[in-house]
Structure formats: C-alpha cells, structure tokens
C-alpha cells in the first residue's frame, strides 16, 4: 500500500505520468532518519550542493531488488508464451539508504572505519570514515520538491523497507504478477516502490527508510547510468551532523573546521557515545576499606 504525503491512499500512478512525490508506509512525516556518510562524499556533497543516488545492482546485497531476478514461465498455461524475465517491466530506479536506527555501535563499525596511529592518534583509514547526517522523510520530500520543479524526469518515493522471510518476497511477487495488472504492476510508480522496499530479515537491524527515484521517461534501448546526482541544500535538508566519537578531540576540531569551509552552517552535534563517564556513588552507609 502507498501513501501521499498527508497519507492519503493514492490511485495507481503511471511510471510515465507526471513526475510525483509521496511517502510509502511512514505515518509520522517528521521522524528523524540519519544516514552515515563517507567523510570524502559528504565533503562533496556540501561544496556541490549535489547528492549522489545509486542503483541496486551495485549495492552489496545480491537480491536487492529481487523482481529484477524473476523470470515469468507461462509455459502450462499457454504454451506459446514461454517464459520472460520480470525486468523487462521494470523502470530503472536510484536510491539513498537512510534508517531509523537512533544509532548503534554495529552500523558505526559497519559504516565508518577508524584506526588511530599509535603515535599520531590520527585516523589512518580516513577514506573509509563515516559522518552521522541527520534529517527528516519531510525535509527529504521538500528536497524532491524543488527537482520537480526543474523539470524532472523521476518519481521520488521516500519509503519504509519492510523486512520479510524469502519466501514471502517471492510470495508478493507471484501474487502481483498474478493479480488485476499481472506483471503490468510493477510499470507503476507504486508497483516499483514496492519491489524496492522488500528486503530480506537478514538486514533487519538496518531499519532502512529509502529515497527512491524511478525514472519515468524509461527507454530499454538505452541502458540507464548507475548514478544519479540531485540539487540539494546541505544547510536546509541536514538538521545536524556529528563525526565517529572515536577520533581523538583535536582531529574532531578539524573535521569541524573542514565542514565549516565546505560551506556547511548547520548544527555540528558531538557524539558522546565514546566518552569515559566518572560517576560519583553517594553512599548512604558506612563501609570497609579496601
């Protein structure tokens, strides 16, 4: 089921309608979502006001989108339509992983890499370290907005990942491809959110919300580009950003000061997450000597 910004049911929609934007099982528009950056691409990202969407084949997990591995067999039924593969129905799509995950050691460890120099204490893996960017599936759809209103050639879905066993992916699947618009469900905006946003339990720690932009001037003669690149303003989109409380205080600074020059002027928040805390008991009996 999808959902309008103001949650309203919406009408199937056309990939090759008018471009649209709504929210696909979020009820609460101004949750926060963070997503843990690369320290280099969030750099970019701020100086070119230009934020990068990707396609699911180059993500890591295999069966991202799993309709694009199924092949329709009509052989037993009439036997000269044999079989085809589903991505034929399939418009080609871009996305940004956000989460809900208030934040956790494992996505910290899965996303951001820091090994301090025994001597320097500086990080020596900066290439693989992350920045936490907060933002909200409203300030998202705002964002989406304003590539509308350029000309756009994509629907944007912001949409919650729901996490289900493999065999009742496979069982969504077979039932829309059997269903009123058989395999035709997922050449709507609604039918190819949806197969984006099945993803099986293992990743279910990750608590994905995904921004989605799905091409809507589709041509199969053409094979589509793996990356996307959308306006943005870091300043309006990002409430806060704070660095991997792993690094030292004084490579923290710098991080700052590189974010400031970048041209970010939104709240920087310190983690604390990796701080000693000395807590002081007050007793309320007498005790022994150690």
Sequence with gaps: MAFGANGDVMELVQINAAAT?????????????????????????????EMALIAPQLWDDPREDPTAL?????????????QRQLADYLAPAWAQCWSLNPGSDTLLRAYSRVRLDPKSRRNM???????????????????????????SDGHVVVGRVEYLGDELIWQRIVNACNGEHGPRFFCTVQGRANSLLWKREYFGHEQEVRLLLIDRSWRQDEPPPTVRFVNIDPNTLFTSISFDPRLELFELNERDAELRDAGYKGEIVRDRNYEKVLSQLMMTRDWPDP
């Design 21 to 49: 934007r709504f929210a696909a099982g979020i009820s609460d528009l101004d949750m926060p979502v963070r997503r843990i950056f690369p320290l280099g691409r969030l750099l970019q990202a701020i100086k070119s006001n």
């Design 125 to 151: 893996d900066r290439d693989n370290e992350g920045v936490i960017v907060n933002t909200t599936v409203r300030r998202l759809l705002s964002a989406a907005e304003r590539w509308h209103a350029d000309g």
């Design 70 to 82: 199924c092949m329709l067999d009509g052989t037993e039924l009439v036997p000269s339509k044999g």
